[in-house]
């Protein structure tokens, strides 16, 4: 689960330090790194605060075999940068007229960073990617890049969904899960489904969905959506049930998931898998919760395929979410 962090105005930038310091030194980091959080966290912030007139700050911990490391992005639905490239050189206006900021920001975040990363629509706001490694050694991350973002319903400590990642070589498969309603009871029934999608590699999203009704009988319920990305056939393979919403990009087509009706764990009709092919360049596969209207469309964005994929996760929460229920977006691209 990520942590949100409301950035309003300038007296928000010095909390938002103190929270990434905090998280931080939870997950292990030395004073160095510690350090470079802060400054990165401070800057995104800062910019949120100065050039999109307010917005998120978005902090979640990666896990890796030695480390964990730390995922920061920034959104806002300000004016946008008319031109990326330029506002990352040191001494030009990163958002907004030209001379409005001393444009430092961008470049120091980009420094400090080791995977760095930005999407920016004029009118339309701007997302900013920043990761820290410890030591700056970035884990692989194999073949397939991951991003999600996931937080609970407003004013709930707990989120109702979850998410779930098994590798095995080419193939990867994912699991969203939204536990029905919200709350403690429904962050029970996802952690539940979680537990046991990650117990062993299934390649088969429909067996991997049968094995969660079966194992979700003694909790409240959820929506369950399984995809297998077999990257080597250039294959996905969907399976659902209830609604969890998703979709297949690559080489220009679009293919959206088909879910049954039903709740995992209670009442199912048939539990059905769907194949769609995945041939082309810029495979992006997106599976997300009912926190999140199904309208939005990649194509409204352009470029933002080619973006890192935390980068599309964010956007999407940000453009997306209903904000009344919990709401998970996670999104896998075959990694470059």
Not at 167 to 195: F, I, P, Y
């Amino acid at each position: 689960m990520n942590t949100m962090i409301a950035v309003a105005d300038s007296s928000y930038v010095s909390a938002a330090r103190r929270e990434i310091e905090s998280i931080a030194r939870r997950i292990g980091f030395d004073d160095e790194d510690t350090g470079r959080a802060a400054l990165v966290a401070t800057e995104l912030a800062t910019n949120l605060t100065r050039h999109g007139n307010g917005g998120q700050l978005l902090a979640l911990t990666l896990a890796a075999d030695r480390a964990a490391a730390l995922e920061l992005i920034a959104i806002d639905r300000g004016p946008g940068i008319a031109n990326v490239a330029e506002s990352l050189r040191d001494g030009i206006s990163t958002f907004g007229a030209a001379g409005s900021s001393a444009g430092t920001g961008l470049g120091a975040i980009r420094r400090q960073a080791d995977l760095f990363d930005i999407f920016s629509l004029p009118g339309r706001g701007t997302a900013v990617l920043a990761q820290l490694w410890p030591q700056r050694r970035i884990a692989d991350a194999g073949p397939v890049q991951v991003g999600q973002v996931s937080l609970p319903k407003t004013g709930e400590q707990v989120c109702g969904d979850g998410i779930g990642i098994m590798q095995s070589g080419m193939t990867v498969a994912a699991l969203v899960v939204d536990g029905l309603g919200h709350g403690g009871a429904a962050h029970l029934a996802a952690e539940e489904a979680r537990r046991l999608f990650c117990e062993t590699f299934q390649p088969s999203p429909g067996a991997a969905v049968q094995k969660l009704h079966a194992g979700l009988r003694a909790t409240r319920g959820a929506a369950v959506g399984v995809v297998t990305v077999d990257l080597a056939a250039s294959r996905a393979t969907f399976c659902g049930i209830g609604n969890i919403a998703g979709l297949a990009a690559a080489g220009g087509n679009m293919r959206r998931f088909v879910s049954m009706n039903g709740i995992a764990g209670h009442t199912a009709g048939r539990i059905q898998e769907f194949v769609y092919p995945c041939d082309g360049a810029g495979l992006v596969i997106v599976l997300h919760s009912d926190g999140l209207s199904s309208s939005w469309d990649l194509d409204r964005y352009p470029g933002l395929a080619a973006r890192h994929a935390s980068l599309i996760a964010a956007v999407l929460y940000r453009d997306a979410s209903r904000g009344r229920d919990d709401s998970t977006v996670l999104v896998l691209k075959r990694a470059a």
